[in-house]
């Protein structure tokens, strides 16, 4: 990594990590005088290098003291990946994650996923999470939970005033979600690794408040039937946001399923800063026609790595040719890093958006698509 | 490496404790789920007794009495089902107790020359040292112990090394056997020396695999 | 040869019937036609007239063995025989894997070496018709399956396979259940939750 260093008080930055599309992305967010946030968290498969506590560590912040704060937007294994091992320094830190109507059943949950094979890759996801409770059971720091229009954070401090509000889960999402729940502890099998059917309907959208400026970050937060859920509800209910944003992390990866045009009409500036981070699993995202239509919503868009290209993993030559002739779809995900740091001032009267692209990081706008 | 001549691997599972041979039997397997049903239908059962039973079920055959139960397979595609397999009976049967446990890895190998073959064994046991009082000393087996597992586990590793009786390419064939053998304390109780075997099948397998896969590589750089 | 261990069998046959409970059940009458003619075959050849009886003696039968007592010499192996193994499979790569998706004819799955030193994942596509129809019952969202390339012997016969394997584990107990709940409960109580 190069061009890093820790940003002073009063510049707030939005620090956004990808790997690819298959292996997770972060937000690292500086609130001010040195105050710092986490959301989600991945990690380098190769080496296990935590890309979040990588970054904060190479530009000098004291974990301990100065991360107040560590999101969980929703239980997604691209999403919490190494969360466990930030929150275990980060002792200062409360830990959040979207509301639950029944802790003690989300808890059984966890748990239920968890005693089946602890040393199981398809859990992950519920590792890392058993691992987040454990730790702030231990510590006995607070937990804090998500929902609409809750202020997460509130710092006022020589002039600078930040605020942190989650826009989401609703009410009924959270609602249908202990529903949910209860329809897994009846089905709960050895055998299947737990998913819950809409965990991006539970995600958590963050809304920033930085003196003047605000910034959006759109999680992977969709475009719900039910106007009491997803971006309808942000939209028509939320009251707690009280300006457009000239930032916004585009949800779901540009997903054509969480765009809606009052989300830029709305929410956000004309001609907002706007940042992406790609998926990759059976379907790429964003697709390129989605590309054209955000390209045309604003000048500047930028994605943090363009989706690679999937080939099947090197191995010695006499393996390779079994696999290809047995199975020719086998494609190995391939990790690639790209970050792209947003910086602005809180003091400045006029505040732009100050952006270094960094690693594999484009600019969409710029590209011939 | 030494795998370029691995021509068949067997996998067996041995736990030691107090069964029922009566109850582990293919119907009761897939009364509890944990087969297919034609492959209860298609069991080749040679007895079920209160003193022993024995039932091969294409992919695994099982042999248990009274104070021994094994799982032993010769399909490598399916170790990873042996071991499930051996993990849900034993935690079904929760009342069973369990006293030690056994992972046994059988590599049968044909080197292609004479030559290596000779040298593997005298590189193993130097034959000269057998010289002059022995008309043309041969190794015929060998047993090594590690008596204090490396991973601080009770129990041992065993390994034998001996000639192969399976029909292979070559007639250099060579058998290496490496018990991985894990002894429970006592101390812990029924329940909890179960659990820990139990734990140990499910998370030091991969352990175990990798260890034995090691030992071999390392034996064969030794001697080749 | 006395007629005790024929007795061994009858009175096991008895004492399998009310074991397995379920005598209405197809399972249960299968096994039984099965558990009938090997009793009927060790009737057999233990009866002191049979000149077959050589043909089963062990004689490296472990003398201590308890069935010896009881008249019961057959020849099964309690000590690993030497047999030739005629079939036999070996494994070039193998991988853990998750159904992520599922269409008509095929699945996706994300595959994780189960050798693997990393965290490097894969993804493959499996046709539904590769899969045995017993394991096709276990396919869902999220259901755990093996999956092995490599060869398989038979009777000196080599060929390529590829072959997935579901995942079987036993249901869940109401001890699991109890396990589960009573962890979240005691976890429940320490949280601090605002």
Excluded at chain 1, 272 to 298: D, F, G, Q, V, Y
Excluded at chain 2, 197 to 209: A, E, P, Q, T
Excluded at chain 3, 129 to 156: H, M, P, Q, R, T
């Amino acid at each position: 990594m190069h061009l890093l260093d820790c940003p002073i008080n009063h510049i707030a930055e939005i620090a956004v990590f990808s790997t690819g599309g298959g292996y997770g992305e972060s937000c690292v967010v500086h609130l001010g005088n040195q105050k710092w946030m986490v959301i989600d968290s991945c990690k380098d498969p190769k080496t296990g290098l935590v890309l979040p506590l990588d970054y904060l560590n190479e530009i000098g912040v004291n974990i301990e003291k100065d991360l107040v704060m560590i999101v969980c937007t929703h239980w997604h294994d691209d999403h919490i990946r190494g969360i466990s091992e930030i929150l275990s320094i980060a002792k200062s830190s409360e830990f959040c994650f979207a509301r639950a109507t029944d802790l003690r059943k989300f808890l059984t949950i966890v748990k239920m996923d968890y005693v089946k094979a602890p040393n199981d890759p398809t859990i992950s996801s519920t590792i890392e999470f058993n691992k987040c409770l454990h730790i702030c059971e231990s510590r006995g720091s607070q937990i804090k939970y998500a929902q609409s229009d809750r202020t997460l954070l509130n710092f006022n401090i020589d002039k600078l005033h930040t605020e942190v509000i989650s826009l989401s889960p609703s009410d009924l999402t959270s609602e249908e979600f202990d529903k949910e729940l209860s329809t897994l502890f009846i089905s709960c099998k050895n055998n299947i690794k737990i998913e819950t059917k809409t965990p991006n309907d539970r995600s958590i959208v963050l809304y920033f408040k930085f003196n003047n400026v605000s910034a959006l970050l759109g999680a992977d937060l969709g475009v719900s039937d039910n106007k009491k859920a997803g971006w309808y509800n942000i939209l028509n209910y939320c009251v707690t946001r009280d300006s457009k944003s000239s930032f916004y992390k585009v949800a779901h990866h540009g997903s054509r399923n969480s765009h809606h045009i009052r989300i830029w009409d709305e929410l956000l500036d004309k001609n907002p800063i706007a940042c992406l981070t790609p998926w990759n699993r059976k379907t790429k995202l964003p697709e390129n026609e989605m590309l054209k239509e955000l390209c045309k919503l604003s000048t500047d868009i930028y994605m943090t790595i363009p989706n690679p290209n999937d080939k099947p993993k090197k191995r010695e030559r006499q393996v390779e040719k079994l696999i290809n002739d047995l199975n020719k779809s086998v494609k190995e995900a391939k990790y690639e890093r790209g970050m792209i740091r947003f910086r602005i001032d809180m003091t400045d009267p006029n505040p732009t958006w100050e952006i270094a692209l960094l690693e594999n990081a484009v600019h969409v706008n710029a590209l011939n698509l | 490496m030494i795998k370029d001549y691995l021509h068949i691997r067997n996998l067996s599972i041995v736990i030691l404790g107090d069964f029922n041979p009566v109850i582990i039997q293919p119907f009761w397997l897939l009364e509890k789920k944990l087969i297919r049903e034609l492959e209860a239908i298609d069991a080749n059962v040679e007895v079920i007794h209160n003193e022993i039973s024995k039932f091969d079920l294409k992919w695994v055959t099982i042999e248990i009495t009274k104070e021994r139960c094994q799982f032993r397979t010769s399909m490598e595609s399916h170790f990873e089902l042996v071991r499930d397999l051996a993990i849900n009976i034993f935690e079904i049967l929760k009342e069973t107790p369990l006293k030690s446990l056994g992972i046994n890895h059988e590599f049968h190998f044909a080197l292609p020359h004479d030559e290596q073959y000779y040298n593997f064994g005298n590189n193993l046991v130097p034959l000269k040292n057998w010289d002059g009082f022995l008309n043309d000393p041969k190794l015929l087996n060998l047993e090594i112990v590690e008596a204090e597992r490396k991973d601080g586990l009770n129990g041992l590793l065993r390994i034998k090394i001996q000639p192969s009786d399976q029909d292979l390419p070559t007639n250099n064939k060579i058998l290496i056997s490496i018990n991985d053998h894990f002894t429970i304390d006592k101390n812990k109780g029924e329940t909890g020396r179960k659990s820990e075997m139990i734990n140990i099948l499910k998370c030091r397998w991969g352990d175990s695999f990798e260890r034995v896969d090691n030992i071999i590589e390392e034996i064969w750089n030794k001697v080749k | 040869m006395s007629m005790e261990s024929t007795t061994i069998n009858e009175k096991y046959l008895a004492e399998f019937s009310s074991y397995f409970e379920k005598e209405s059940s197809s399972i249960h009458n299968e096994y039984l036609k099965i558990l009938n003619s090997r009793v009927k075959f060790y009737k057999e050849i233990l009866s002191e007239n049979s000149s077959d009886l050589e043909k089963v003696v062990d004689k490296d039968f472990n003398p201590d063995n308890e069935l010896v007592s009881k008249g019961f010499h057959l020849k099964f192996p309690l000590q690993r025989s030497i047999l030739k193994i005629t079939k036999y499979s070996t494994s070039l790569q193998k991988w853990i894997g998750h159904v992520l998706d599922i269409d008509e004819f095929s699945f996706t799955a994300r595959i994780d070496e189960l050798n693997r030193t990393n965290d490097i994942y894969e993804t493959a596509e499996f046709n539904k018709s590769e899969i045995s129809s017993e394991d096709l019952k276990l396919l869902e969202i999220g259901a755990i399956f093996y999956w092995n390339v490599g060869y398989s012997v038979e009777n000196g016969q080599k060929k390529k396979e590829s072959i997935v394997m579901f995942k079987r584990d036993r249901e869940w107990s109401e001890d699991d259940f109890n396990l589960a709940i009573d962890q979240a409960n005691d976890l429940y109580s320490k949280l601090k939750v605002s």
